[in-house]
């Protein structure tokens, strides 16, 4: 049989794991159960953060669809606004018919009775 130095390394390397599988010390769990404890403080604390944080998003929706919906309000009420602007500024050149037919004494009379309507 022939032993070359691939074959020694796989002993030694054998040798060396069975040696570590055995005699290595183990440490029963209730070493860990300080680490364990705080990391479960540090898990609930978390989970807490983590509700609040849901609170203040699901608020922070409500907020958003609020502004939507202002928004959209006010888009409407600007579309409504600029139509009346357009309208006005169409009639701004136009004379009413009523005033075209006035004639010096009509309008006295007409000027009359607007002041009558108002009481002044």
């Not at 807490?48 to 502004?67: A, R």
């Not at 919906?69 to 579309?79: A, H, P």
């Not at 009413?96 to 004639?103: F, N």
């Amino acid at each position: 049989m022939k032993i070359d130095y691939k074959t020694i390394a796989i002993i030694v390397l054998s040798v060396i794991l069975v040696w570590a599988i055995f005699i290595r010390t183990v440490k029963p769990i209730n070493t860990y159960q300080n680490e364990i404890d705080h990391l479960n403080k540090l898990n609930d604390s978390y989970l807490v953060k983590i509700d609040s944080l849901k609170n203040l998003n699901e608020l922070i929706d409500l907020n958003i669809d609020k502004v939507k919906s202002e928004n959209k309000n006010l888009q409407l009420k600007n579309f409504w606004l600029d139509s009346t602007i357009n309208k006005l500024k169409n009639e701004k050149t136009t004379i009413h018919t009523r005033v075209k037919h006035l004639d010096a004494d009509s309008v006295i009379i007409e000027f009359t009775n607007y002041l009558e309507a108002k009481g002044i």
